[in-house]
């Protein structure tokens, strides 16, 4: 029986995290080395950033055109100046850019951004825990055994039916990819690799335990770096426990690590001149922009941006809030940058799992409110607009009286950038339980 590529990656998603992968890997060499014939098309691609920990949107995109956005926020405080210094960055008379995010400005003007104000979950949740899982989920207030994003690559019937045709499956290995320690929910069940930093390229000694052999398989993948590296520690972690997966067309992936492993490292230029943040979320963004550029394949990529729980010194113009923000702004616009004209196939989604109190609190931050704001951009996007039906923050308006309502389902986001751009026609498959329907699309991409 023919074992395709993907078996020994299928439970579960591997963490990879430390043997030395040349950053300056030619398309051509994965392409023969790993992938043996990568169809010429490019493909779809989705990159997803989750801000962990809550983003305020109300500071992201500012309603400074609502009166009652300073009756809740003090100028002294956190709210941002409609004149003058630190001003936000007006976009259409009621809408501002906080001015952290300037660099997104260009984008917008040019009509590949779009914000999707007053956006999230129905779960009365404010716990971020939840809220992150139910939202990964997809499936707001229970946690499903898969991910949102693994269920719609999953049900991409082009790339299936593609794949049928050939009678294997290729490029499975970095279809779906995360820049983080572990494989993040929403990859969940798509034999996703999730990998730190590609220049430490591993099979982490966590990854994975297997029955009775636990033990056993965790000593061989700490042994790992000294026989051999990756591949021998994972082949040892894995002998017993899935047999021929491994001498097969599995083990030709080992084999493109090892040839990897052995070219010699280059630096990676980003092109047109851009210029990611320091640290893991900028390091994380510019490496996705490595792997698309390279051709292997991704049509998921993940990443993840943390310190949104701003309930102390939030701040306005400066400060925590602001600096995340800059920080944010600064990776997103360097990856729609290095990106180029692959943009034209790329949707980069931004989420957080719920937004901030309208009002702020007594010790300059904000509390765990309810509705967010969710960016989208790319060629393809209905840029240039703050899409979405804004609730208003009269105190008869707010969610609970004390948050911005949610006037746009999550769900529906995700569904209409599954639907058309990765091609998913069975939403339900995706969304279980959840009727998705096109009148309630935000219309966040042009048809």
């Known amino acids: 029986m023919k074992t395709s590529r993907r078996v020994f990656l299928k439970s579960g998603g591997l963490a990879l995290v430390s043997v030395g992968l040349a950053p300056g890997w030619g398309p ?31 500071s992201m995109i500012v309603p400074h055109g609502d009166s009652w956005y300073y009756r809740h926020r003090n100028l002294n405080g956190i709210a941002l100046p ?36 007053a956006c999230g979950s129905p779960s009365a949740s404010r716990s971020h825990f939840d809220a992150q899982d139910y939202m990964e989920c997809g499936s707001p207030d229970r946690v499903l055994p898969t991910g949102w994003l693994a269920r719609a690559l999953e049900n991409c019937p082009e790339d299936t039916a593609r794949r049928e045709a050939e009678n294997k499956v290729q490029s499975a290995v970095f279809r ?41 398989t965790a000593n061989a993948a700490n042994n790992g770096a000294n026989d051999g590296g990756a591949a021998a520690g994972f082949e040892a972690m894995y002998e017993g426990a899935v047999g021929d997966v491994l001498h097969g067309t599995g083990e030709e992936s080992f084999e493109a690590i090892r040839m990897l492993k052995s070219l010699t490292a280059k630096t990676y230029v980003p092109a047109a001149g851009a210029k990611y943040p320091g640290g893991r979320f900028g390091l994380a963004l510019q490496q996705i922009a490595q792997l698309v550029k390279a051709d292997v394949g991704v049509e998921v ?20 809030l602001a600096r995340n923000l800059s920080e944010f702004g600064q990776g997103l616009a360097a990856l729609y940058a290095d990106l180029g004209d692959r943009m034209d196939d790329v949707v980069i989604l931004t989420m957080s799992e719920f937004g901030r109190t309208a009002r702020q609190n007594g010790t300059g931050g904000t509390d765990h409110g309810h509705a967010t704001c969710f960016f989208a951009l790319g060629a393809s996007v209905n840029g240039g607009k ?49 009727t998705a329907q096109a009148k309630n699309f935000r219309n966040v991409l042009r048809a």
């Open 28 to 58: 051509q060499f994965l392409r023969d080395a790993v992938f043996a014939a990568e169809p010429k098309k490019r493909r779809k691609t989705i990159i997803c950033i989750f801000q962990r920990g809550a983003v305020d949107g109300l």
């Open 82 to 117: 409609r004149t003058g210094a630190g001003a936000v960055l007006d976009l259409d008379g009621t809408f501002g850019l906080h001015p952290a995010l300037a660099g997104l400005l260009p984008i917008w003007k040019a009509g590949h951004l779009a914000a999707i104000q």
């Open 176 to 216: 779906g990819v995360a820049l983080t320690n572990q494989t993040p929910l929403s990859l969940r069940g798509s034999g996703a690799l999730a990998f730190s930093d590609l220049r430490s390229f591993a099979v982490g000694a966590n990854s994975v335990g297997v029955g009775a052999k636990k033990k056993q």
């Open 301 to 320: 990529a993940f990443a993840e941006s943390g310190g949104w729980d701003t309930h102390v010194g939030q701040g306005a113009t400066q400060g925590r």
């Open 386 to 434: 703050v899409l979405g039906k804004w609730p208003g923050l009269a105190p008869e308006q707010l969610y609970e009286q004390r948050d911005l309502a949610v006037t746009t389902d999550f769900r529906d986001v995700f569904a209409e950038v599954a639907q058309k751009h990765l091609g998913v026609t069975d939403l339900e498959a995706v969304f279980p339980g959840f």
